[in-house]
């Protein structure tokens, strides 16, 4: 899938994918600045993306992130829908780690997915199908 995206300044990067098995890109910081621990930044990407019609950009946390600094997007999953053109932000922050964590410009901050979507149409009804599983929820599979 061919995507456009504009560079919005001179040291912007443009996402890749680490190796040829990776099913999300990485996106870059066009930016330094230190999180620090129960802190939410804002991280410029110095991009914006044209996302095809019919698709969205999913954008998520790196695992090493998490399991090596607590660090994480601060609202868990990004949605870039596919009639925004402004800059990809991402907003991070600090769990885990005392001090902080350094982003230096370059640096690999969140993946993303380009993926289609299909619009839903809700249709009200007075009962819904019946399952086995019925309306028990949280732990009910007993894990």
Do not use: W
């Not at 946390?61 to 932000?89: A, M």
């Not at 839903?120 to 199908?129: A, H, N, P, S």
């Amino acid at each position: 899938m061919d995507v456009k995206i504009k560079l919005l300044t001179d040291t912007a990067r443009v996402p890749t994918y680490a190796t040829d098995g990776s099913a999300a890109f990485d996106i870059y910081a066009d930016m330094s600045i230190n999180i620090d621990s129960d802190d939410l930044k804002i991280i410029s990407t110095g991009i914006a993306v044209e996302v095809p019609e019919g698709h969205v950009l999913m954008i998520y946390s790196r695992s090493g992130h998490g399991f090596r600094y607590g660090l994480r997007l601060s609202n868990c999953v990004g949605v870039i829908d596919s009639d925004y053109r402004g800059e990809v932000k991402v907003a991070m922050t600090v769990d885990m780690a005392d001090g902080y964590i350094r982003i230096e410009e370059g640096d690999r901050i969140a993946q993303g997915i380009i993926m289609p979507i299909e619009k839903t149409e809700f249709e009200i009804v007075d009962e819904l199908t019946e399952t086995v599983r019925g309306t028990n929820g949280f732990g009910s599979s007993g894990a």
